[in-house]
């Protein structure tokens, strides 16, 4: 029981990390080159996708889609890094009150299988609903193929049938 017990607390904080990992609290986005060209990511280099699914400026991914997607959330005004513009940064409140960072009024995500800087192993996935794409500096989607790391491109995966919404 007590190995049970902390099994579930290991696992606990596991989650808790990585949801702190999408948390900070004062967001910066910032553009870097990737074999797609120039990308929106975050202060460490992760890449920031925008969900077509989303409408109106407002998030559509919740639950399981948010576990693999996660929001980019701030607790404050977004600030724009080197390359980001700061007319298009923005906030928008979530079902739970907290706030995703916005640009170009597109709530932003990180992809869970972007383990590294630069990777955009989330390019053209349609998953929940929608297709996920990368973000240019101008706002708008980008769309090409994966790359699993910077300097190699893949193509993007099929679609999962596994994680409808």
Known sequence: MKRRTALVAALLLLVAAATAVAAVGHA????TTTPLGKVLVDTRGHTLYLFEADKGGKSSCYGRCAALWPPYLTASKPAAGPGAKTPLLGTTKRKDGKLQVT???HPLYFFASDKKAGQTTGEGIDHFGGEWYVVSAAGKKIEGTSSSSPGST???????PGYGP
């Not at 910066?28 to 553009?31: A, D, L, R, T």
């Not at 893949?154 to 999962?160: E, F, K, R, S």
């Open 28 to 31: 910066k986005v910032q553009v």
């Open 103 to 105: 640009y170009n009024h």
């Open 154 to 160: 893949t193509p993007a995966p099929p679609p999962d």
